[in-house]
Structures are given as structure tokens and as C-alpha cells.
């Protein structure tokens, strides 16, 4: 009950991912599919519409919509992809879009992103005990925040610079 709102089905990563294509029915598929391209590009379509997505680009496909999506063929993407199923699968379009409205959306590369992502990963590949599947799928509202919400995000991951602080203390008191 825990995580009957949102959960992933499958996940998986694709390095420098030549001639990757994939297409899928409208509504055949009761998951939406999110693709972060962090290396490379290639190219969405959704809706009659084909978009390009690059390196710091994040993409949701609602469930059960008709879309492609492939590589480049001069600069082959690397993606890290999801199924995500449950209640809430709809609240999450609706907040992706907001930042979105039906495009991709460009992140900054970020190292703890990618850590988490791979924490969900590891521990699914141990198995799907309860402990598991709770850990990981515990952590994914925390990873779709790092998209969603990625200003607060990339606000507290940023390691301030000798001097920062002392340059915000002085505008603050000013």
C-alpha cells in the first residue's frame, strides 16, 4: 500500500546506445516512460510531434500514448529510462508539464541525480524482497524531484565558492 501510487515496473540504462529505437501503441501500455538523456542526443515523438533531445534533457510519456523515440545517428545517445505505473502516474505528468508544457525539459548534469537513479537500480538488482521494492521505490519521488523541482534541487546541491558567501551575506544585508 506503501507505494501502490507510484512504482516502477522496469528501469535500465543504455550507454552510447547505437541504432536504439523504440515505438510504442497507443493505448496498449498502462505505464509512462521517462527518459533522461545525460550523454549523446536523439529524438522524441509524441503527438505528431518530433522534438530533439539532448544531453540534460528529461522526457515523461504519459501512459498509454502513441510515441517513438531513437538515438542519433552522429552522436548516439546515453539514456537512463523508466516504467512508472500506480495511481499517481497522472499527478506526475501534471507536475512535469508544468515546467515542461509537452517539451522536454534540460536539467544541469548533476552526479547525485545519476547516484540515486543507480541506488534505485542496485537494489532492485539484489531482488525484489519487500525491503527492496519499499527502498527503491521510497527513493523515486526523491529522483523525480530532482526534475521537477530542480531549482530547490540544483539550489542545494551546489557546493558554494571560496568568497560566495561572503558576496550573499553583504547583498542580503544590503
Not at 112 to 121: A, G, M, P, S, T
Amino acid at each position: 500500500p506503501l507505494i501502490k501510487h507510484l512504482y516502477i515496473n522496469r528501469m535500465g540504462h543504455f550507454p552510447h546506445a547505437v541504432n536504439h529505437y523504440y515505438s510504442r501503441e497507443a493505448g496498449k501500455y498502462a505505464y509512462a516512460v521517462l527518459l533522461y538523456c545525460y550523454d549523446g542526443e536523439g529524438w522524441i515523438k509524441i503527438n505528431g510531434n518530433k522534438m530533439a533531445l539532448k544531453a540534460g534533457d528529461v522526457f515523461l510519456f504519459p501512459a498509454y500514448s502513441e510515441h517513438s523515440y531513437g538515438a542519433s545517428t552522429e552522436k548516439p545517445w546515453s539514456i537512463l529510462w523508466m516504467h512508472l505505473s500506480g495511481n499517481n502516474t497522472g499527478e506526475l505528468m501534471e507536475a512535469s508539464d508544468l515546467k515542461t508544457k509537452g517539451a522536454p525539459l534540460h536539467t544541469v548534469y548533476s552526479e547525485e541525480r545519476v547516484e540515486l537513479f543507480n541506488q534505485i537500480f542496485k537494489t532492485l538488482s539484489k531482488g525484489f524482497s519487500i525491503s527492496n521494492l519499499l527502498y527503491a521505490n521510497l527513493t523515486l519521488p526523491h529522483y523525480l524531484a530532482t526534475f521537477i523541482a530542480q531549482d530547490s534541487f540544483n539550489n542545494l546541491s551546489r557546493v558554494p565558492t571560496p568568497g560566495q558567501d561572503y558576496i550573499t551575506e553583504v547583498i542580503a544585508y544590503m
